[in-house]
């Protein structure tokens, strides 16, 4: 299932907030509408929201012709920068469009055609580079995980939200392949229910066995002794190895560490924030209090309720035992192995 591709000069992606009740793929050559479809969720997790951006750059800049080398590289700037107002937290975001701007900036000619050509390569480079870290990712995550265990997972970090299989769920499902796997428990996760409307969705179509629950339950089932490792995505991870995911993460992380069981980080080194050292710095995006005031169009909570809906929060590095990249799994002290990562330039910042 491939949740975003590129044909024929446009951009063809599934609407996730239509699923799982419809499979709907949108078009379009305008990067106007990739930042809108980004800004609302109906394309998301922060490897494909990096994808979707860079192929956004490439697409506007099919809309230059000839005669217009002078303005464009000003418009194409102006171009990354409506992109990257679209969602504050996920790093992967500006990673992508880094790489755009190095392409850019590398353009020497006078040919509007060389830079169509350099920014769509960039793209779809991008794009097939994620495929091949999801695969590392899970190769290497299955390998800890211990034989017959059962995992919880929270949000989607799965094929819908990556350019591959994806990073938490790829390991899920090469572990399922391995025959280590005996079930997965899925929080729904409030209150965009990526959980129950995008994860439950994906390990459904797997045959995975799986359970769904409402994320208050997630502290029985750990007291129950029915799980064995927590796995989760990550939106930014900055150099001392402080986590920003999907909200609820936070409290999955204290709790892993209450009931003794692993609790592991899946992303590739594209959201490591080389740029920032602890998570205090992490902007933390607020959503619409409607989605938390309705449910299905329908209110719920009074009219005057105050509302606070931090979409991610932030795991403090002690709450996490092992951070899984495309390139090796990395263990505490995370300053240590990250600015390793870093002094061998692997980390573009
Ligand atoms: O708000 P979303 O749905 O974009 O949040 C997504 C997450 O929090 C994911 O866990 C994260 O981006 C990792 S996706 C591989």
Redesign the pocket.
Known sequence: MKPLEWINGKLKFLDQTRLPLEEFFCETDDVLFVAKAIKR?AI????L?GIAAAYGVALASLSLNHSMVKEARSYILSIIDILASTRPT?VNLFWALKRQRRVLDAWQTDSISDLQNNLLNEAKQIHQEDAEICERISSFGAELLSDDCSVLTH???GAL??GGR??AIGIISKAWELGKLKHVYIDETRP?L?GSRLTAWEIDRAKIPATLIVDSVAAVLLKQGKINAII????RITMNGDVA??VGTYSLAVLAKHHGIPFYVAAPVSTIDAQMSTGKDIPIEERDAREVTELFGKRTAPEMVHVYSP??DVTPNEFVTAIITDRGVHRPPFSDSLKRLSLRGELVG
Not at 44 to 47: C, I, Q, Y
Not at 232 to 235: C, I, P
């Open positions: 969720l998301r997790g922060a490897p929201i996920a949000c989607n970090a939200a990556t994806g990073t965009l990526q989760v995505g990550a939106d995911n999907k979409a991610f």
